[in-house]
């Protein structure tokens, strides 16, 4: 018995030993003169041609591809010394332990083990680009601002964000985006940092820990991930009644953006102007896209975030590569600046009122152009700090207690985010205009100071640096005066929490509206505590009855009583995103070809798309080429959620038939149910795929006259009737 395991042991010791592969060159050190060759770098794309890499700071990265990946380079280690070896550890002996003193081993691994810096508490999930501001001067009669001068041209860097999800979340969950602008100004760093929705969930930045532990995963499973759909969400928002107008826009379609390129961005806060005489004015910042308003659909936004994560990251880079860079114009509101600090009843402290732009017009002030994609996501975008307390001269803050929180958080979560008090030291963070403060050493100082003394006054230094006045462009803070007893307690005036949440909705046109029951009964169908929902269903009541019935409805409850009475409003067709054309450059419109024979038609289609400025998706059951088009999408990888609209153009007869194709059948089914435009060449037989050629947005046609009349659908970016 003994003797048979032992055979079976050899045995099975040998077959191990066969199953071992030989070692092979990879397992052998370089000889020592031969060091390894740069490969010649891959051709870039032919019709992706992107700008100088010149940071905004004015570093160099490199004008070619091959400076950036260090080409023409040595390995080295951090301190500069040639490698002639990084994959082997240093051993004693082929076979034996690794050695503590392999120096290069050592930094690195333990470079690596400190690679992850903490993510953002909120906005961990961004997308970022640079681009340049050009003033039109308009704000000049209220801001003594240089970078708001006409003509002048201010280099800026954007991070778009959600709020909620990890650094590693998807990018179409219903939420807040952040928008927030750095411009490099010639008087020092401007931050706008601001959101897609105009206003907030919370009055004094005080509860600002508590909205977000209610709205992050639940912090026993930590789940679910980036996501309000739960309950300590709406346990918080139907608490809290002055949360009630922000949530309700996160529940339209703002809260599903299609791209960061067709979103609005909003300041928030009213700010205070100053000119050069001294006068000051009360203002509310916009962005207005060129692009358009334009969102996702929900079930969209649901099948996105499964399919392709990075969608909103991949669809701003991929726009700036292929030149069609997104313009905003930015504009403000003006408003006097009264001591009561109100305009038109409406409190402009209170960070939960917009003012309509009915009753106080956006005046454009100058146009943004994101035309430059980061080099580096970690040293760019992640490293890009923003702080509503970077002001300039001529742009000062309010006493909004929501705004004066933030002066206190942005700097400090920094410390910890960043490793240290030399941020803006971080090449992006970096100003243009010449730095000369008094802060020394730290963590992180890349600074070689000179002098004795970091102080003043001293006259060891010849007194420098010195101090400026108003004409040497020195931020002179407004003297506002100040008086009042210290209290815990907000203004009368903020206590109605509803009037606006119902000008929102009663400005929606009927098709949005639906959109917003459809998503409080989603959001409160996933909540588990009736109680929650019932409270809920009580805060709808009081913004509009009809919205809390329906919502009730589909969650099979009842309403209760309302806390107060809908109140009177004039509605704000600026708050709807429908009713306006836009232009259809950068829309991606698929072209599906069955095979071969297809190649003729499906180049006049593609040449017809490239004609209205739109990016054609020529789409084939298998990849390569059609013709001489390259295919962009196989059957397999084509996906409906990267389609703005899409035309079929497959004969039948001229190989595989899409209509055959379950998957295909599928993609034209959700485009249709999306409210895509739809376009049927001639010779195919719409109802063979599954679509009715009278329905609303279902185009036919040859190339030339389907592609102009899906391009008209476009304008208005959605067929609305369908969605
Ligand atoms: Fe922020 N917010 N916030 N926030 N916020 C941060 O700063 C905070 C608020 C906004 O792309 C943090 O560097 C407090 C309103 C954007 O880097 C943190 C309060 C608005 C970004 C912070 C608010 C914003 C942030 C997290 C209530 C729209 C992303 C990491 C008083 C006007 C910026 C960081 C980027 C980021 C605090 C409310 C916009 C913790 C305390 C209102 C766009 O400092």
């Known amino acids: 018995?003994?003797?048979?395991?032992?055979?079976?042991?050899?045995?099975?010791?040998?077959?191990?030993?066969?199953?071992?592969?030989?070692?092979?060159?990879?397992?052998?050190?370089?000889?020592?003169?031969?060091?390894?060759?740069?490969?010649?770098?891959?051709?870039?794309?032919?019709?992706?041609a992107g700008p100088a890499n010149v940071s905004p700071t004015g570093v160099d990265y490199g004008s070619s591809p091959e400076t950036n990946a260090q080409a023409g380079a040595y390995l080295t280690t951090s301190t500069g010394v040639r490698l002639r070896d990084t994959d082997h550890s240093l051993k004693a002996g082929r076979r034996g332990p690794v050695l503590l003193q392999d120096h290069h081993l050592r930094e690195k691994i333990t470079h690596f083990d400190h690679e992850r810096i903490p993510e953002r508490v909120v906005h961990a999930r961004g997308a970022a680009a640079h681009g340049t501001f050009v003033a039109n001067g308009a704000a000049s009669r209220i801001s003594r601002a240089a970078f708001l001068a006409e003509g002048a041209e201010t280099p800026v860097f954007v991070r778009f964000s959600t709020v909620l999800g990890s650094r590693g979340s998807a990018d179409t969950v219903r939420d807040t985006r952040g928008f927030a602008t750095k411009f490099y100004t010639s008087e020092g760093n401007y931050d706008l940092v601001g959101n897609n929705i105009p206003v907030f969930f919370i009055q004094d930045g005080i509860k600002f820990p508590d909205v977000v532990h209610a709205a992050k995963p639940q912090p026993d499973r930590?789940?679910?991930?980036?996501?309000?759909?739960?309950?300590?969400?709406?346990?918080?928002?139907?608490?809290?009644?002055?949360?009630?107008?922000?949530?309700?826009?996160?529940?339209?379609?703002?809260?599903?953006?299609?791209?960061?390129?067709?979103?609005?961005?909003?300041?928030?806060?009213?700010?205070?102007?100053?000119?050069?005489?001294?006068?000051?004015?009360?203002?509310?910042?916009?962005?207005?896209?060129?692009?358009?308003?334009?969102?996702?659909?929900?079930?969209?936004?649901?099948?996105?975030?499964?399919?392709d994560p990075d969608f909103h990251r991949r669809d701003l880079a991929d726009a700036i590569e292929a030149g069609a860079y997104p313009v905003w114009d930015l504009g403000v509101q003006v408003m006097p600046d009264t001591p009561e600090e109100t305009f038109e009843g409406i409190d402009l402290l209170d960070p939960t009122k917009l003012v309509p732009e009915e009753l106080c017009e956006v005046q454009i002030i100058g146009t943004m152009t994101l035309n430059r994609n980061p080099i580096n996501?970690?040293?760019?975008?992640?490293?890009?700090?923003?702080?509503?307390?970077?002001?300039?001269?001529?742009?000062?803050?309010?006493?909004?207690?929501?705004?004066?929180?933030?002066?206190?958080?942005?700097?400090?979560?920094?410390?910890?985010?960043?490793?240290?008090?030399?941020?803006?030291?971080?090449?992006?963070?970096?100003?243009?205009?010449?730095?000369?403060?008094?802060?020394?050493?730290g963590h992180h100082?890349?600074?070689?100071?000179?002098?004795?003394a970091p102080y003043r006054?001293?006259?060891?230094?010849?007194?420098?640096?010195?101090?400026?006045?108003?004409?040497?462009?020195?931020?002179?803070?407004?003297?506002?005066?100040?008086?009042g007893e210290k209290v815990r307690e907000l203004s009368a005036s903020f206590e109605d929490h509803y009037s606006q949440a119902r000008l929102f909705y009663t400005s929606l046109t009927e098709v949005e509206q639906q959109h917003v029951i459809d998503a409080y009964t989603f959001e409160l169908g996933k909540c588990y505590e009736e109680a929650i929902k019932t409270r809920q269903l009580g805060c709808l009541a009081a913004i509009d009855a009809d919205l809390a019935e329906a919502v009730a409805t589909g969650l099979g409850l009842s309403v209760p009583k309302a806390d107060t009475k809908p109140a009177k409003v004039d509605p704000s067709p600026a708050l709807s995103q429908l009713g306006r054309s836009w232009p259809v450059t950068g829309r991606k419109v698929a072209v599906i070809v069955a095979g071969p024979d297809d190649a003729a038609v499906a180049a006049q289609t593609v040449e017809a798309i490239r004609?209205?400025?739109?990016?054609?998706?020529?789409?084939?059951?298998?990849?390569?080429?059609?013709?001489?088009?390259?295919?962009?999408?196989?059957?397999?990888?084509?996906?409906?959620?990267?389609?703005?609209?899409?035309?079929?153009?497959?004969?039948?007869?001229?190989?595989?038939?899409?209509?055959?194709?379950?998957?295909?059948?599928?993609?034209?089914?959700e485009a249709y149910r999306h409210g895509k435009a739809i376009a049927v060449l001639d010779g195919v037989d719409p109802a063979t795929l599954g679509l009715n050629a009278a329905a609303t947005g279902v185009v036919t046609g040859d190339p030339t006259a389907a592609v102009t009349a899906l391009t008209e659908l476009l304008a208005e970016h959605r067929v609305w009737d369908r969605v």
């Open 445 to 452: 100082q890349a600074a070689d100071h000179g002098g004795v």
């Open 457 to 483: 006054p001293n006259s060891l230094d010849g007194g420098c640096p010195f101090t400026a006045g108003t004409a040497e462009g020195a931020f002179i803070d407004v003297p506002t005066p100040v008086q």
């Open 377 to 441: 996501y970690f040293a760019e975008t992640e490293q890009v700090m923003f702080n509503p307390g970077n002001l300039v001269p001529g742009i000062d803050v309010t006493n909004d207690p929501l705004l004066q929180v933030r002066l206190f958080s942005y700097i400090d979560t920094q410390l910890s985010r960043l490793g240290g008090p030399n941020f803006s030291q971080i090449p992006i963070n970096r100003p243009h205009a010449p730095v000369n403060d008094l802060q020394r050493d």
């Open 222 to 307: 930590e789940i679910p991930q980036a996501q309000s759909a739960h309950d300590t969400f709406w346990d918080f928002v139907s608490l809290h009644s002055e949360a009630q107008h922000h949530t309700i826009w996160n529940m339209s379609d703002r809260g599903i953006p299609r791209s960061f390129r067709t979103m609005e961005g909003f300041g928030i806060h009213t700010f205070r102007m100053v000119n050069a005489d001294g006068g000051t004015s009360l203002v509310k910042f916009h962005w207005k896209p060129r692009q358009g308003v334009h969102s996702q659909v929900w079930e969209e936004a649901l099948l996105t975030a499964g399919m």
């Open 611 to 669: 004609a209205a400025g739109m990016v054609p998706l020529l789409t084939a059951p298998n990849g390569g080429t059609l013709g001489d088009q390259p295919i962009e999408r196989s059957y397999p990888t084509a996906a409906s959620i990267e389609w703005d609209g899409v035309v079929v153009a497959a004969d039948p007869s001229a190989g595989p038939n899409p209509a055959d194709d379950a998957k295909i059948i599928r993609l034209l089914d």
């Open 1 to 48: 018995m003994a003797r048979q395991k032992a055979d079976r042991n050899e045995a099975e010791r040998s077959e191990a030993v066969e199953l071992n592969p030989p070692a092979g060159p990879t397992s052998e050190p370089p000889a020592l003169d031969e060091p390894t060759k740069a490969r010649d770098p891959l051709p870039p794309k032919p019709d992706q």
